[in-house]
């Protein structure tokens, strides 16, 4: 069978409603007719990978805007996120949680009735549906304070999200055989594990990818000539108003997605779902945890050393990137220097200089922290700060630094309409009290006599300041 012969969709009335998970464009083909046809799981798996990069053009641009990473500059997405002003009635977020609900839903159904029904089906195959529904369990338990896992269900905790995530990443583990795609799901399984604040089996995970795989980078591909570009590569660099910002410490890491060929919407880079520099991460963090600085010392310099250094770099057209907008302001020239706050130390190479022509960024991680800068770090707190400052470069433009800032996005208003069992403090965003508001995460002055830039807030240096409250840093608990 040819796997263009059939359009799978998924429709959601509400959140998580009951109904048909199957729409094909023959109106003569069923679910009945569509289960146990042959290679009817390769089809399943190829529509979850779809709806997993829709997620990601969601869950990413949304949350990057609400953190301090980037400002909408423009008016062509969400513009109270920046606040950060999260309401339930915002369809942005029903869309999102809706996305999210899609990839736990087909990989439910892809489990339990499409891969028993087709005699072609492999224990990779259904690992793979395991992986990528444990993704999405996880990913909404990282963004969301609480979302149902049921239809009409309760609303679950994140808690609840991730040990769902585990167990479905076991099972991914269990059924493969494939040494490289075990690592992936290990990575995969220490996240959880951290977001869980399970300090053994984390490090236990993340230390096994360290050793195995430390390179590991599992991407989600996109096809703009087929209908699904990267939504974060058109904001930040393919449309031409350049519609996100980034913090002006943080320019040097963008763009991260990028076209070099003169077709945009075939030269469409991936975003890392998982990638090895989580494992170091995670590792590190657990050892401060425990009050151990030489160990994470050691581990965060291998890991800017032989790791990221290592990562792969690209030049690009500077100038289609000179960050055009409400706010023009931001700075375009190398000479610029940057101060993370103002009683921070100026720094220069934070700021590319985009109207010379093009400029060398980085497509999987980059970061501006120094061995040398890990030396200096001689207390928990300062050598924390560099994790955190490490973490934010590293997982720029995917979606990540929300979560790390403790925020949450509430249940939506649709889902509380029908859903009986979502409470009204459920339908209340998490945003802790040392969070700024009125977009002050993302302000900054430029003084052009000087060429300096001066952050108002430094949110890694309030991070440390707070790692003793819920939502961060788990693995200082």
């Given at each position: 069978?040819?796997?263009?012969?059939?359009?799978?969709?998924?429709?959601?009335?509400?959140?998580?409603s009951?109904?048909?998970?199957?729409?094909?464009?023959?109106?003569?083909?069923?679910?009945?007719?569509?289960?146990?046809?042959?290679?009817?799981?390769?089809?399943?798996?190829?529509?979850?990978?779809?709806?997993?990069?829709?997620?990601?053009?969601?869950?990413?641009?949304?949350?990057?805007?609400?953190?301090?990473?980037?400002?909408?500059?423009?008016?062509?997405?969400?513009?109270?996120?920046?606040?950060?002003n999260?309401?339930?009635?915002?369809?942005?977020?029903?869309?999102?949680?809706?996305?999210?609900?899609?990839?736990?839903?087909?990989?439910?159904?892809?489990?339990?009735?499409?891969?028993p029904?087709?005699?072609?089906?492999?224990?990779?195959?259904?690992?793979?549906?395991?992986?990528?529904?444990?993704?999405?369990?996880?990913?909404?338990?990282?963004?969301?304070?609480?979302?149902?896992?049921?239809?009409?269900?309760?609303?679950?905790?994140?808690?609840?999200?991730?040990?769902?995530?585990?167990?479905?990443?076991?099972?991914?583990?269990?059924?493969?055989?494939?040494?490289?795609?075990?690592?992936?799901?290990?990575l995969?399984?220490?996240?959880a594990?951290?977001?869980?604040?399970?300090?053994?089996?984390?490090?236990?995970?993340?230390?096994?990818?360290?050793?195995?795989?430390?390179?590991?980078?599992?991407?989600?591909?996109?096809?703009?000539?087929?209908?699904?570009s990267?939504?974060?590569?058109?904001?930040?660099?393919?449309?031409?108003?350049?519609?996100?910002?980034?913090?002006?410490?943080?320019?040097?890491?963008?763009?991260?997605?990028?076209?070099?060929?003169?077709?945009?919407?075939?030269?469409?880079?991936?975003?890392?779902?998982?990638?090895?520099?989580?494992?170091f991460?995670?590792?590190a963090?657990?050892?401060?945890?425990?009050?151990?600085?030489?160990?994470?010392?050691?581990?965060?310099?291998?890991?800017?050393?032989?790791?990221?250094?290592?990562?792969?770099?690209?030049?690009?057209?500077?100038?289609?990137?000179?960050?055009?907008?409400?706010?023009?302001?931001?700075?375009?020239?190398?000479?610029?220097?940057?101060?993370?706050?103002?009683?921070?130390?100026?720094?220069?190479?934070?700021?590319?200089?985009?109207?010379?022509?093009?400029?060398?960024?980085?497509?999987?991680?980059?970061?501006s922290?120094?061995?040398?800068?890990?030396?200096?770090?001689?207390?928990v707190?300062?050598?924390?700060?560099?994790?955190?400052?490490?973490?934010?470069?590293?997982?720029?433009?995917?979606?990540?630094r929300?979560?790390?800032?403790?925020?949450?996005?509430?249940?939506?208003?649709?889902?509380?309409?029908?859903?009986?069992?979502?409470?009204?403090?459920?339908?209340?965003?998490?945003?802790?009290?040392?969070?700024?508001?009125?977009?002050?995460?993302?302000?900054?002055?430029?003084?052009?006599?000087?060429?300096?830039?001066?952050?108002?807030?430094?949110?890694?240096?309030?991070?440390?300041?707070?790692k003793?409250?819920?939502?961060?840093?788990?693995?200082?608990?």
């Amino acid at each position: 069978m040819n796997f263009k012969t059939y359009t799978i969709a998924l429709l959601l009335g509400s959140l998580l409603s009951a109904c048909s998970l199957v729409e094909v464009d023959n109106p003569n083909l069923t679910n009945d007719a569509f289960i146990g046809t042959p290679q009817s799981s390769q089809v399943w798996i190829a529509g979850m990978n779809k709806q997993l990069a829709l997620m990601l053009n969601m869950t990413v641009v949304y949350t990057e805007i609400v953190s301090d990473n980037y400002y909408n500059n423009s008016s062509l997405s969400n513009q109270v996120f920046d606040l950060p002003n999260l309401l339930p009635s915002d369809l942005d977020i029903d869309n999102m949680q809706r996305s999210i609900a899609r990839l736990t839903q087909m990989a439910e159904y892809g489990i339990n009735s499409v891969a028993p029904a087709d005699a072609e089906t492999t224990n990779t195959m259904k690992a793979q549906m395991y992986f990528m529904g444990g993704y999405g369990y996880l990913v909404g338990g990282e963004l969301c304070k609480g979302l149902p896992i049921n239809a009409g269900g309760v609303v679950s905790s994140s808690a609840d999200r991730y040990q769902k995530a585990v167990e479905y990443f076991n099972n991914a583990l269990t059924l493969e055989t494939d040494a490289a795609k075990k690592n992936v799901y290990t990575l995969a399984l220490a996240r959880a594990y951290y977001n869980l604040g399970n300090k053994t089996n984390a490090l236990a995970n993340a230390s096994a990818v360290m050793t195995a795989a430390p390179m590991l980078l599992q991407n989600i591909t996109y096809d703009g000539l087929n209908g699904v570009s990267n939504t974060m590569q058109s904001y930040t660099f393919s449309n031409s108003t350049n519609v996100l910002a980034p913090l002006p410490r943080l320019d040097f890491l963008d763009p991260k997605f990028f076209h070099t060929s003169s077709n945009a919407a075939a030269d469409q880079k991936p975003i890392a779902l998982l990638k090895g520099e989580e494992a170091f991460l995670i590792a590190a963090e657990a050892a401060l945890g425990n009050g151990d600085l030489t160990t994470a010392r050691t581990i965060l310099k291998n890991l800017v050393s032989n790791v990221i250094s290592n990562r792969p770099r690209a030049s690009v057209d500077g100038k289609l990137a000179v960050r055009k907008g409400t706010r023009s302001d931001y700075p375009v020239l190398a000479t610029v220097k940057v101060k993370a706050d103002a009683a921070a130390p100026e720094k220069a190479g934070l700021v590319l200089g985009r109207q010379a022509g093009n400029i060398s960024v980085y497509s999987v991680s980059g970061t501006s922290v120094t061995p040398a800068d890990l030396d200096a770090a001689t207390t928990v707190d300062a050598l924390l700060y560099q994790l955190s400052q490490i973490r934010q470069e590293v997982f720029i433009s995917e979606g990540r630094r929300m979560t790390d800032l403790g925020i949450r996005f509430p249940v939506s208003t649709i889902e509380q309409q029908n859903n009986s069992n979502v409470k009204e403090d459920d339908t209340k965003a998490t945003i802790p009290a040392y969070i700024p508001l009125n977009r002050e995460m993302d302000d900054f002055t430029y003084d052009k006599t000087t060429g300096i830039v001066t952050i108002k807030v430094d949110m890694n240096k309030v991070l440390v300041q707070h790692k003793a409250e819920a939502g961060i840093f788990p693995l200082m608990k």
